[in-house]
């Protein structure tokens, strides 16, 4: 397979799973990364609109007419492409990156992208989500068993919102 240079960097990774999407004390929407067999927790913070996506992808709702994830999904698939997984990257100056990686015979692509679209991206085509495990290791908090619970009641109390309530915006 032939491979790009920001695939052979060999980083360690951890596979994640996608929790919700939460508000902070501002009420600015948080997406909510929990290691998948594990108890830490990463939080990313996202806009209204890339929760709204998130939100649409988990629950697997469709529209009369298509989203963008609908169209970024018919492009890739026409192509001839899938995705393989995402990959969050790194931090820098408050922000997040991630790579969507894309596969297609025996290429395989790296492309740069927002944590919010691909995480969107992942869900919608149930695409394998990874953090670099460095990152993982400096920005994640391990929850205690209590905080479990509460997560799950959160995830319950999630499936019930309308992602209208994330912003005053029409799709």
């Keep these: 397979m032939k491979h790009l240079a920001s695939l052979r960097r060999g980083i360690d990774v951890i596979e994640v799973e996608v929790q919700g999407v939460s508000f902070d004390l501002n009420n ?3 997406l909510l990364l929990k290691e998948r067999g594990g108890r830490r927790l990463l939080p990313i913070w996202v806009g209204p609109i890339e929760a709204s996506a998130i939100t649409y992808a988990a629950r697997r709702e469709s529209f009369e007419r298509p989203l963008t994830l ?3 999904k018919r492009i ?3 192509l001839g492409s899938k995705v393989e997984r995402i990959i ?3 931090l820098k100056e408050n922000t997040y990156y991630a790579s969507l990686v894309l596969s297609r015979d025996d290429e395989v692509i790296s492309i740069d992208a927002r944590p919010s679209d691909s995480v ?3 869900v919608h085509m149930r695409a394998p989500i990874f953090v670099d495990s460095e990152l993982m290791e400096e920005q994640s908090r391990e929850m205690a068993e209590d905080e479990e619970a509460k997560l799950d009641e959160l995830k319950e109390r999630l499936r019930d919102i309308d992602p209208e309530n994330f912003g005053n915006f029409k799709l």
């Design 28 to 30: 600015a929407p948080v």
């Design 70 to 72: 609908d169209i970024i």
């Design 76 to 78: 890739i698939e026409a």
């Design 88 to 90: 969050i990257t790194g």
């Design 120 to 122: 969107a991206i992942a």
